[in-house]
């Protein structure tokens, strides 16, 4: 399917609108299909918008958001969030209030693409064998254009709904959030007052390499991050005069206690009631590790077999990567400084200082200097809401409609950040989850090459995000 294609059946079934109802041009709702392939449409005009963060430049999406927002009669407001170039684009369909709103939270910027290595423009949105390519296809441009277009959708059919639906696109995640949502926490709270729940990015609907879908993952809690620099310090000395504890020699040592020392697993109830869900669709030599995290965990053969699986691993335990090192400005010179930072990630409930301890504790180098560099915790949310019962509704009809067996809605931990730590610090309810089909290759592609979402599973992701603020708000 080329881009010219869905442009021309967007123009057309505009133009079939305007004919039929004339005063009301924007006011028609589409069909299912039709309103996929204005998704469409407007996603590969908004991968074009190169917000790669650095720099951002994220007002430019928030503005093509807005323009789209103004053109459906909804009011929006563009807000910058500390320079020219970055701003937050906010838009609140309103309802009658009867109950608390609900936010669409989505981040505007992306990581970097180098285009040498794509099969087709990373900034180009062009669709290539029925799927569109470009940055930010799946993280997450493809979002922000669902929660809009449903958003629209919802307009056009005169709904009315018993909360606001709040549509929040924001800047800087994927460095932090302090310059995008951290900023909005903190100098524009009132932009989601009267809400009481938050949709974002996190989990997904979890597909094999077929295309079968396994589960509906709803992020229901994420790791709090915890970076870290770890330094030596000693005499600097000349090369040709080995030091045994030299600054370098001294984090060496340290350094190689850490990665050497054994992984301690530490089950939490809401990751056992995960992998219990999902066992059916363990390898046979792990169902049984599956249901009984905590004896697996007493097995050291086991433990091996879980630590395979990188993804699933990070939500049994507290992790540390080992990401920067610094030593040294001259081969002849033993420096009299090194570091190293330090990533780790842990699990809600645990303590940074405590974890600190912990880490002091492996390293057994009272000279070495630890130092936070960032630390953001990261609130669980409840797993029984009537957002959550309203997405195991959407996917219990779905499996009607489709005449299969009702797929598993399941709740996750995620082993990454996400900007909805913000908002559970304000008291939202916030879940991670996009309705859209993600196999192991689409999956490879996020923060890769050549990222790209099916056309198909575009159209369901607006569907079902539709049906799930119907189910939410009536």
């Given amino acids: 399917m080329s881009l010219n294609f869905v442009r021309s059946v967007v123009a057309c079934l505009s133009l079939s609108t305007c004919m039929l109802m004339p005063s009301q041009a924007f006011a028609a709702p589409l069909s299912d299909e039709a309103a996929g392939a204005e998704a469409a449409d407007f996603l590969s005009h908004y991968l074009q918008v190169d917000t790669t963060n650095p720099p951002g430049n994220e007002k430019l999406g928030a503005e093509y958001l807005a323009g789209l927002l103004k053109k459906e009669g909804i009011e929006s407001e563009i807000i910058p969030t500390g320079t020219d170039s970055r701003a937050c684009v906010y838009a609140r369909l309103k309802g009658n209030g009867k109950r608390k709103g609900i936010v669409l939270l989505n981040h505007i910027d ?88 938050l949709l974002n990015e996190g989990a997904a609907i979890e597909a094999d390499s077929s295309g079968k879908i396994l589960y509906w993952g709803v992020d229901v809690a994420e790791k709090s991050v915890l970076w870290l620099k770890v330094t030596a310090s000693g005499d600097a000395s000349h090369g040709s005069m080995p030091v045994k504890d030299s600054a370098p020699n001294r984090l060496v040592h340290a350094l190689n206690k850490l990665v050497d020392a054994p992984t301690e697993l530490s089950i939490l109830p809401v990751v056992q009631k995960y992998f219990t869900a999902v066992s059916a669709t363990a390898p046979k030599e792990l169902k049984s ?186």
Wanted: net charge negative.
């Fill in 110 to 197: 992306v990581v970097p693409a180098q285009a040498k290595d794509w099969k087709y423009p990373p900034f180009g949105g062009e669709i290539h064998d029925g799927e569109i390519w470009g940055r930010g296809a799946l993280d997450m441009k493809s979002f922000g254009i669902a929660a809009l277009e449903a958003m629209l959708q919802l307009k056009r059919k005169g709904v009315v709904l018993d909360r606001d639906i709040v549509f929040l696109g924001t800047p800087d995640e994927e460095v932090g959030g302090q310059h995008g949502a951290g900023w909005v926490k903190k100098n524009r709270p009132d932009l989601v007052d009267g809400c009481e729940f």
């Fill in 289 to 474: 590790s599956y249901i009984n995290l905590e004896a697996a965990a007493k097995d050291p053969k086991q433990v091996d077999l879980l630590m395979q699986d990188k993804l699933r691993a990070a939500m049994l335990r507290n992790t540390v990567s080992l990401t920067v090192l610094k030593a040294g400005y001259k081969t002849n010179v033993i420096p009299a400084e090194a570091s190293a930072e330090l990533d780790c990630r842990l699990l809600p409930g645990v303590k940074s200082e405590d974890f600190i301890a912990h880490l002091k504790g492996i390293l057994a180098d009272d000279s070495l200097k630890i130092e936070v560099l960032d630390w953001v915790t990261a609130m669980p949310s409840p797993e029984n809401s009537d957002l959550f019962d309203a997405i195991k509704k959407v996917a219990d009809e779905e499996s009607k409609t489709n005449k299969t067996t009702p797929p598993l809605v399941v709740p996750v931990v995620v082993g990454w950040f996400t900007d909805s730590h913000w908002f559970r610090e304000l008291g939202l309810i916030g879940y991670g989850f996009e309705p859209f089909e993600n196999d192991p290759a689409h999956q490879a592609s996020v923060h890769g090459k050549n990222e790209r979402i099916p056309l198909s599973v575009l159209t369901k992701g607006v569907y079902r995000l539709q049906q799930i603020l119907l189910n939410l708000s009536q």
